[in-house]
């Protein structure tokens, strides 16, 4: 689900309420970098959980002095966060 190179990372398939745990754990164990950057373009399926990952991992980072950066989303994603007005706190590029 998630690949890593170093502090670049690639979300692939779909997050939702049925894996969004599973996700969130891994994410946790790989994103270790001072700074990391994930590219959601190979994100397929999303709901309301996804955009509660992100901020998740997006607090994680700040409590472990590190910096999360988001590249990529995709469409649906981008039209929930803005649906919860949540779209600059993702900082998505």
């Known amino acids: 689900m998630i690949s890593c190179d170093g502090g670049r ?37 999303v709901d309301s959980s996804a955009v509660s990952l992100l901020l998740e991992w997006r607090r994680a980072a700040l409590r472990g002095d590190r910096r999360i950066r988001f590249v990529n989303l995709p469409e649906n994603l981008g039209s929930l966060a803005e649906l919860y007005g949540v779209t600059e706190l993702l900082g998505a590029a």
């Open 9 to 45: 990372c690639k979300l692939q398939g779909p997050v939702t309420i049925g894996n969004v745990a599973a996700v969130l754990e891994e994410g946790a164990r790989l994103f270790t970098a001072p700074e990391v950057t994930v590219d959601l373009s190979g994100m397929t399926e």
